[in-house]
């Protein structure tokens, strides 16, 4: 079995609406047939996946009776308990109605707000059904394209009541549910509340109940907004909120593309996974990308196949980065070893005396070089296979 061949250990999850996705989009009509959810869990397993998400919607149409509702569940569930798939995560749809046109938890419509809310809730309660640990907050409709219409510091006070009553609602079930908010800068609005890692990561601390919410950041959405993806995620380790992520591969400039994980920015896609691989993060390696629009429903499992494989060869060049006697020497006349060492320590007057009576000489300081031509260059190399 080849380094490269996915398996349950290794927790790739996928969105039924990612495999499912029939390539339709804001300016052409679909180009694939709808997939059975069952049938995306059974292949999914075929092929080394561990896991499967949904939004409520994806999973029970909206206008289904309970009876439909529970032939659905049922099935759904067969087909997880047959290939050994779990359900790693759940998370609603609350931007496709047009009741959520003007937003959702954030809708000037008080009775708007209350249906979103109603509506998590049911999709709470599917996600506790199939043992979901995570449950995402996407809120691609909580923004606005005309500022006046919404004051942002009203629009914010309704998103943090909204997932407070939501949290509520989790330890009153008892569920042990952990929410993770989705930062996207705009598409579908204009402008979204909480548009990066930093704004939700911030927002977090304002809620009544902070440690069960962290967030589920995806490359394509720091990209979107210019930021360094794999530098936003560390912040998220580092502050003990990387409770789930969304991998796929985005160009800087361009719509939401959502293209396989490793299409695009593979330089930065392996500072990624070696930032995941090295911090332990043990949560899914989730994808939320889609086949191209020319793909036919043959083609969608080998996106799927492309995307674990690019994560396993990412990692496993991480591993060699690690092994490599060249790069380490690199490393280290770069001073990243020095990095690693603490400055002065914790505070102390005498510390302080000392540092101040100090004679430093800037000039000598910025004598020295730090290699990181030659230190990056080893990198290329490596990702090109020519070390
Ligand atoms: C889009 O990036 C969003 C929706 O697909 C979904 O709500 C969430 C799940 O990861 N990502
Ligand atoms: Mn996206
Ligand atoms: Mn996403």
Request: glycine share 10%; with cysteine; charged share 25%.
């Amino acid at each position: 079995m080849s380094a490269l061949t996915p398996r349950p250990e290794h927790k790739f999850s996928f969105g039924l609406w990612t495999v499912g996705h029939r390539g339709g989009d804001p300016f052409g009509a679909v180009t694939r047939s709808a997939q059975d959810p069952a049938e995306i869990v059974r292949r999914l397993g075929s092929i080394g996946a561990w896991g499967v998400s949904f939004h409520d919607d994806d999973l029970i149409p909206p206008e289904a009776t309970s009876s439909e509702r529970r032939a659905i569940v049922a099935r759904f569930r067969k087909a997880l308990d047959e290939s050994g798939v779990v359900v790693s995560m759940a998370t609603q749809n609350l931007f496709s109605h047009p009741a959520f046109k003007d937003g959702a938890f954030t809708s000037n419509d008080p009775e708007v707000r209350r249906y979103a809310i109603a509506k998590t809730m049911r999709a709470i309660d599917l996600g506790a059904e199939f043992g979901a640990p995570i449950h995402v907050f996407w809120g691609g409709r909580e923004g606005v394209e005309a500022a006046a219409a919404k004051p942002p510091i009203e629009a914010l006070a309704r998103y943090r009541e909204a997932l407070d009553f939501l949290c509520g609602y989790v330890r009153d079930k008892g569920y042990g549910t952990r929410f993770a908010l989705e930062p996207k800068p705009n598409e579908p609005r204009g402008d979204i509340f909480l548009p990066t890692i930093g704004h939700a990561l911030a927002f977090i601390e304002t809620l009544d109940t902070p440690e069960i919410v962290g967030v589920n950041p995806e490359v394509a959405h720091e990209t979107m907004a210019g930021l360094s993806f794999h530098h936003g995620v560390a912040q998220a380790i580092d502050a003990g909120k990387l409770l789930h992520i969304d991998l796929n591969a985005q160009k800087i400039g361009r719509y939401d593309q959502d293209f396989r994980f490793g299409a695009e920015g593979i330089k930065d896609a392996f500072f990624l996974v070696q930032l995941l691989e090295r911090s332990g993060y043990d949560g899914p390696r989730h994808f939320d990308a889609r086949p191209y629009r020319v793909e036919d429903t043959s083609g969608i499992w080998d996106f799927a196949t492309g995307c674990m494989r690019n994560y396993l060869a990412l990692a496993e060049k991480a591993r060699q980065f690690d092994a490599d006697d060249g790069i380490a020497a690199a490393l280290d006349e770069a001073g990243v070893n020095d990095l690693a060492k603490p400055t002065v320590g914790p505070y102390t007057a005498k510390l302080a005396k000392s540092l101040q009576e100090r004679d430093f000489d800037p000039d000598a300081l910025a004598d020295r070089g730090y290699a990181n031509d030659q230190l990056d260059q080893l990198v290329i190399e490596l990702l090109l296979g020519v070390r």
